[in-house]
DNA sequence: AATAACTTTGCAACTTGGTTGCATAAACTT
DNA sequence: AAGTTTATGCAACCAAGTTGCAAAGTTATT
């Protein structure tokens, strides 16, 4: 019984042999990864699987989307017992040298005093910039 | 000689007719707009015409572009001698009732302490909730 | 005014990322 | 084993953004 059986089990889902190849895929990752990563990765897959695959895992809560203005979603594993609830949510970071974007998990999003009226329920915060792998 | 007309030579465009066309849209709105609203408005302009108009105001800092997540990358007029510089840069909400995005001009984006190596060189932060009309 | 040179516009066509419908295959349930 | 549900594969589609190229419009030069 494999460590990512459980992962899925525990997340309420059926460990089939794609969703473990995906897992599998995320967990050996330190940067969030595409779509389209996954396709180069796995060229033998299926799109629309993969897809599916995400989705079912970002439902589920094993994994959460990145939308890091690229134009192209990235996700990333979500921390072990993470709800995705506001207080979950960190900082993300686009290195626009090697084109990684990182979960920031231990820089929480700032807190902003919104206009009056204005009501806010959730916060997209990307930073930019060179990683601390690409500085020289 | 036109109001617009000032405007686009000030930031050293030629006052077409399509520009001014757009200028104006742009200034009579309160939110955001993005190329497909135009190609709505002007249903009888090209949508590529309008869309390097649009390239053309954002390179030359009439306008900013903003990426607020829905997919479809909305325009807004910069300030008046805006030179869309880092700390020109203000927070976006996107309202999920009438779907509008505004800009908050008087909300800068807080900082943020990022881990070390990590270096910022821009930021994008989308606040989504309800708007100040929406409220009831 | 005629010509040349450059800029703007219109049309067609294409790319990428994301998404749906539907049929088959695989996995559970009884 | 038969029936029911769930997952996968393939084709096709859609929206947003983008490119190439030729025609139209503008500005500069003779
Ligand atoms: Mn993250
Ligand atoms: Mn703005
Ligand atoms: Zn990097
Ligand atoms: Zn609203």
Redesign the interface.
Known sequence: MKDTDDKLINRNMKPTAMRELVLDALLEQNVAVSLSDLEKKFDKADKVTLYRTLKTFEENKLIHSI?D?TGSVKYALCAENCQCNPHDLH?H?FC?ECKHTYC?N??P?????????????????????????C?K
Chains 1, 2 share one sequence.
Do not use: H, Q, R, W
């Open positions: 939308d203005g900082v970071f626009t920031l231990d820089t999003i700032p807190s902003v005093t919104l206009p009056l009226g204005f009501e806010i329920k959730t916060i997209n915060m990307v930073v930019k910039g060179t990683c601390a792998n500085k």
